[in-house]
C-alpha cells in the first residue's frame, strides 16, 4: 500500500444541525462550527466531515438537496463556509462535505422541471417509467419503507426513488447528469474543501432495464428490499472510474465511500492503491444482527460478535488500503449504548471501547459526542422521533403486530435520532447547545454527559480520547499504530478482545477485557512497556500474565 498524507490523521464527523448554535434559532451553524475548531484542534482532530449543509427542504435531515452550490440560510452562508474553510486552514484542519449525489431533492429545479415535462430534457435526469397494469413499474422496497415508485401526478408515469419520495434518484446513466455533478464537485474543491465524505454511493448503478428486475417479494407487503436488486447492477465501477478522473484525482482530494454491499472481490477497486476512493467505512459491525424483516426483528450484537465482526474486516482490507473505522454515525445508534451491555455501561467501559477503534489499523472518525460518552437517549413516546426512517420501522413493527407499546420500545434503540440530539456542551439550559428551542430535544442526561465537566479532568473519557489521538501521531509508536499488521491474539477467548499490531521493529499488544468480570490473560512475552491503560494500575500476576479488571483496555509493548 502507498503511503498517503492522511494516513496517520484523526477524523471527526459533525452532523451540523446539532453540533453548535451561534444564532438562537435552535438549529447547529457553520459560525458554530469554526467557533469550536479549538476545540476540536485540542481533542487531536485534523479532518472535519460534515454532513450535509447545502439548501434543502430537511425531509431527510439535509440528505435531500435543492441546491448544490449554496449553504442553507439555517446554517449561514456561502462566507461562512469561506470562513471555516479559511479558519481550519489556519490550523492545519482539512473539511469534508457530505458528497450526496444518488438523489437531490424533489425541490431541486432539475426535478421541478423535470415533472413539468417528464419527457423533456430534464426527465431524463432522472428514472421515469410507465405504471404497469395500473400499478408501479416493478416492485423494489424503498429504503425508507413502501414503494420506490412514485406516481407522477396526471400521467401513468412514476419516478423512482431508492430512498424518501422527496428523494428522486439521479440517471447517471445520462452523461449530461454526470457532467453537471462533477462540475459541482470541482467547484467546491477549488473553494478549498480537502475532500467528501460519498452518501450511499453504491446505489448510484440500477440493474437495467429497470422494468425486468421484479424479484418474489421479501415481505408481506409484496416489495423486495434494494439490496437484491444491487447484486444485479453491474457496472458501478464504471462510473466510479470517471467519477474519480473528472474530479477527485485533478485535486488529489480525500475521500471516503459510504459503501454498502460491495463484492469482497471488489475491494481493491475501491480503495487499493489506485482506487475509486481514499477509504471507505467498515460497516461490519453497524449491519451485524440486521434483519429484512426490519428493526424489531434485529439481533442484538454480542461483545464476541463486536470481536469477530472487527477482525473480519481487519483481516479482509490487510493491507489493500485504510479503512476508515466508526463505532457510531449520524444513521446509528450510540455505540456505547449499543455495543456495551446497558448494566454494563461505565466511563471506563466507554475508554475500553475508544480504546479498540484506535488501535485496529484504520482512519478512525469520531461522531460528535463520541468523545464525551453521550448515550442513546431515553426517549418515552413517538412524538419525540423526528426520524423518518425510525417512523418507517415503528410502523413495520405495528404491521407485523406488535402494539404500539412493543413497536416503540423494539424501535426506540436503533433510532437515528439517538444520535442526532444536540451535542451536549456543559450543564446549563439546553446543554449549552442553542439559547432558543432545540430543534431536536435535547438529551435528559446532558447534566451528567457534557464537555465541560470533562475538559480539565485528566482522567474523562475525553482526555482519554485526547491520549489515544496523540498515541496515533506519537513518532515513537504512529508507524505501528498506523500500518502494523493486525494479528489478533488468543481470539477464541471469550470476551477478551486482544490483537497485536506488528511492524518490522515493534508490536504493541493490545488487551481489552470485553465484559465486567476480571479475567487473567497470558502474555506471548514479557511486556516492555505500559502504553496506555484505561484504568489505573496493571495488574501483574507474574511476568507474562496480567489480571485486566472489567472493561479494562490496555496497550503495551512486547
Ligand atoms: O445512508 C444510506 C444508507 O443506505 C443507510 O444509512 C441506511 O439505509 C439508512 O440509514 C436507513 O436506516 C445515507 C445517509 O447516511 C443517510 O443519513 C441518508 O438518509 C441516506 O444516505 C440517504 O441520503
Given at each position: 500500500m502507498k503511503k498517503k498524507w492522511w494516513h496517520g490523521k484523526v477524523a471527526y464527523q459533525i452532523y451540523p444541525k446539532s453540533f453548535n448554535d451561534t444564532t438562537g434559532s435552535g438549529i447547529g451553524d457553520l459560525r458554530g462550527i469554526t467557533e469550536k475548531l479549538d476545540y476540536l484542534k485540542d481533542l487531536g482532530v485534523d479532518i472535519i466531515w460534515l454532513s450535509p449543509c447545502y439548501c434543502s427542504p430537511f425531509a431527510d435531515q439535509g440528505y435531500d438537496i435543492s441546491d448544490y452550490y449554496n449553504i442553507d440560510p439555517v446554517f449561514g452562508n456561502m462566507d461562512d463556509m469561506d470562513e471555516l474553510l479559511a479558519e481550519a486552514k489556519k490550523r492545519d484542519m482539512y473539511i469534508l462535505m457530505d458528497l450526496v449525489v444518488n438523489h437531490c431533492s424533489d425541490e431541486h429545479e432539475w426535478f421541478k422541471k423535470a415533472m413539468e415535462d417528464p419527457d423533456g430534457e430534464y426527465g431524463k435526469y432522472f428514472y421515469i417509467e410507465e405504471?404497469?397494469?395500473?400499478?408501479?413499474?416493478?416492485?423494489w422496497r424503498s429504503y425508507f419503507g413502501g414503494s420506490a415508485w412514485e406516481k407522477i401526478p396526471g400521467t401513468n408515469k412514476y419516478y423512482l426513488h431508492l430512498f424518501h419520495k422527496k428523494q428522486p434518484d439521479l440517471n447517471w446513466e445520462n452523461k449530461k447528469v454526470r457532467e453537471e455533478?462533477?462540475?459541482?464537485i470541482n467547484w467546491w474543491l477549488e473553494r478549498g474543501l480537502a475532500g467528501f465524505r460519498i452518501d450511499a454511493i453504491i446505489n448510484i448503478k440500477k440493474a437495467l432495464p429497470i422494468i425486468d428486475y421484479c424479484y418474489?417479494?421479501?415481505?408481506?407487503?409484496?416489495?423486495?428490499?434494494?439490496h437484491r436488486m444491487l447484486k444485479d447492477a453491474i457496472g458501478v465501477g464504471d462510473f466510479l472510474t470517471e467519477l474519480k478522473n473528472e474530479t477527485f484525482a485533478k485535486h488529489d482530494a480525500f475521500t471516503v465511500g459510504e459503501v454498502f454491499d460491495e463484492r469482497e472481490e471488489?475491494?481493491?477497486?475501491?480503495?487499493g492503491d489506485d482506487g475509486y476512493f481514499s477509504s471507505m467505512f467498515?460497516?461490519?459491525?453497524?449491519?451485524?444482527?440486521?434483519?429484512?424483516?426490519?428493526?424489531?426483528?434485529?439481533k442484538p450484537i454480542t461483545p464476541d460478535d463486536y470481536k469477530r465482526c472487527c477482525f473480519e474486516t481487519q483481516e479482509k482490507i490487510g493491507d489493500i488500503g485504510m479503512i476508515s473505522t466508526i463505532i457510531e454515525n449520524h444513521d446509528e445508534p450510540r455505540g456505547v449504548s449499543h455495543y456495551i451491555p446497558a448494566d454494563e455501561l461505565s466511563e471506563t467501559a466507554k475508554k475500553f471501547l475508544g480504546t479498540m477503534q484506535f488501535m485496529l489499523r484504520g482512519l478512525p472518525f469520531i461522531y460528535q459526542g463520541q468523545e464525551i460518552g453521550m448515550e442513546n437517549v431515553n426517549f418515552t413516546s413517538m412524538d419525540q422521533i423526528d426520524d423518518i426512517s425510525t417512523r418507517d420501522q415503528y410502523k413495520v413493527a405495528i404491521e407485523a403486530g406488535l402494539s404500539p407499546e412493543e413497536a416503540f420500545a423494539a424501535v426506540k434503540h436503533y433510532s437515528r435520532d439517538n444520535s442526532r440530539t444536540p451535542f451536549q456542551w456543559d450543564d446549563s439550559k439546553n446543554a449549552g447547545f442553542t439559547t432558543g428551542?432545540?430543534?431536536?430535544?435535547?438529551?435528559?442526561?446532558?447534566?451528567?454527559?457534557?464537555?465541560?465537566?470533562?475538559?480539565?479532568?485528566?482522567?474523562?473519557?475525553l482526555s482519554h480520547y485526547?491520549?489515544?489521538?496523540?498515541?496515533?501521531?506519537?513518532?515513537?509508536?504512529?508507524?505501528?499504530?498506523?500500518?502494523?499488521?493486525?494479528?489478533?491474539?488468543?481470539?477464541?477467548?471469550?470476551?477478551?478482545?486482544?490483537?497485536?499490531?506488528?511492524?518490522d521493529n515493534q508490536t504493541l499488544l493490545v488487551l481489552g477485557n470485553f465484559g465486567i468480570k476480571p479475567q487473567t490473560v497470558k502474555l506471548p512475552s514479557k511486556c516492555k512497556k505500559v502504553v496506555l491503560n484505561n484504568v489505573e494500575n496493571v495488574d501483574?500476576?507474574?511476568?507474562?500474565?496480567?489480571?485486566?479488571?472489567?472493561?479494562?483496555?490496555?496497550?503495551?509493548?512486547?
Amino acid at each position: 500500500m502507498k503511503k498517503k498524507w492522511w494516513h496517520g490523521k484523526v477524523a471527526y464527523q459533525i452532523y451540523p444541525k446539532s453540533f453548535n448554535d451561534t444564532t438562537g434559532s435552535g438549529i447547529g451553524d457553520l459560525r458554530g462550527i469554526t467557533e469550536k475548531l479549538d476545540y476540536l484542534k485540542d481533542l487531536g482532530v485534523d479532518i472535519i466531515w460534515l454532513s450535509p449543509c447545502y439548501c434543502s427542504p430537511f425531509a431527510d435531515q439535509g440528505y435531500d438537496i435543492s441546491d448544490y452550490y449554496n449553504i442553507d440560510p439555517v446554517f449561514g452562508n456561502m462566507d461562512d463556509m469561506d470562513e471555516l474553510l479559511a479558519e481550519a486552514k489556519k490550523r492545519d484542519m482539512y473539511i469534508l462535505m457530505d458528497l450526496v449525489v444518488n438523489h437531490c431533492s424533489d425541490e431541486h429545479e432539475w426535478f421541478k422541471k423535470a415533472m413539468e415535462d417528464p419527457d423533456g430534457e430534464y426527465g431524463k435526469y432522472f428514472y421515469i417509467e410507465e405504471g404497469k397494469d395500473g400499478k408501479e413499474p416493478n416492485n423494489w422496497r424503498s429504503y425508507f419503507g413502501g414503494s420506490a415508485w412514485e406516481k407522477i401526478p396526471g400521467t401513468n408515469k412514476y419516478y423512482l426513488h431508492l430512498f424518501h419520495k422527496k428523494q428522486p434518484d439521479l440517471n447517471w446513466e445520462n452523461k449530461k447528469v454526470r457532467e453537471e455533478i462533477y462540475t459541482m464537485i470541482n467547484w467546491w474543491l477549488e473553494r478549498g474543501l480537502a475532500g467528501f465524505r460519498i452518501d450511499a454511493i453504491i446505489n448510484i448503478k440500477k440493474a437495467l432495464p429497470i422494468i425486468d428486475y421484479c424479484y418474489p417479494p421479501d415481505r408481506e407487503d409484496g416489495f423486495v428490499e434494494t439490496h437484491r436488486m444491487l447484486k444485479d447492477a453491474i457496472g458501478v465501477g464504471d462510473f466510479l472510474t470517471e467519477l474519480k478522473n473528472e474530479t477527485f484525482a485533478k485535486h488529489d482530494a480525500f475521500t471516503v465511500g459510504e459503501v454498502f454491499d460491495e463484492r469482497e472481490e471488489d475491494i481493491p477497486l475501491f480503495i487499493g492503491d489506485d482506487g475509486y476512493f481514499s477509504s471507505m467505512f467498515d460497516f461490519n459491525e453497524t449491519i451485524f444482527g440486521k434483519s429484512k424483516n426490519g428493526w424489531y426483528d434485529c439481533k442484538p450484537i454480542t461483545p464476541d460478535d463486536y470481536k469477530r465482526c472487527c477482525f473480519e474486516t481487519q483481516e479482509k482490507i490487510g493491507d489493500i488500503g485504510m479503512i476508515s473505522t466508526i463505532i457510531e454515525n449520524h444513521d446509528e445508534p450510540r455505540g456505547v449504548s449499543h455495543y456495551i451491555p446497558a448494566d454494563e455501561l461505565s466511563e471506563t467501559a466507554k475508554k475500553f471501547l475508544g480504546t479498540m477503534q484506535f488501535m485496529l489499523r484504520g482512519l478512525p472518525f469520531i461522531y460528535q459526542g463520541q468523545e464525551i460518552g453521550m448515550e442513546n437517549v431515553n426517549f418515552t413516546s413517538m412524538d419525540q422521533i423526528d426520524d423518518i426512517s425510525t417512523r418507517d420501522q415503528y410502523k413495520v413493527a405495528i404491521e407485523a403486530g406488535l402494539s404500539p407499546e412493543e413497536a416503540f420500545a423494539a424501535v426506540k434503540h436503533y433510532s437515528r435520532d439517538n444520535s442526532r440530539t444536540p451535542f451536549q456542551w456543559d450543564d446549563s439550559k439546553n446543554a449549552g447547545f442553542t439559547t432558543g428551542t432545540p430543534w431536536l430535544m435535547v438529551s435528559p442526561d446532558y447534566k451528567r454527559i457534557n464537555a465541560a465537566s470533562q475538559i480539565n479532568d485528566p482522567n474523562s473519557l475525553l482526555s482519554h480520547y485526547k491520549k489515544l489521538t496523540a498515541l496515533r501521531k506519537d513518532p515513537e509508536y504512529t508507524e505501528t499504530v498506523v500500518y502494523g499488521k493486525t494479528v489478533p491474539y488468543l481470539p477464541e477467548v471469550e470476551k477478551l478482545m486482544a490483537f497485536k499490531r506488528v511492524t518490522d521493529n515493534q508490536t504493541l499488544l493490545v488487551l481489552g477485557n470485553f465484559g465486567i468480570k476480571p479475567q487473567t490473560v497470558k502474555l506471548p512475552s514479557k511486556c516492555k512497556k505500559v502504553v496506555l491503560n484505561n484504568v489505573e494500575n496493571v495488574d501483574f500476576v507474574s511476568d507474562t500474565e496480567i489480571r485486566l479488571e472489567g472493561y479494562q483496555a490496555l496497550i503495551i509493548e512486547i
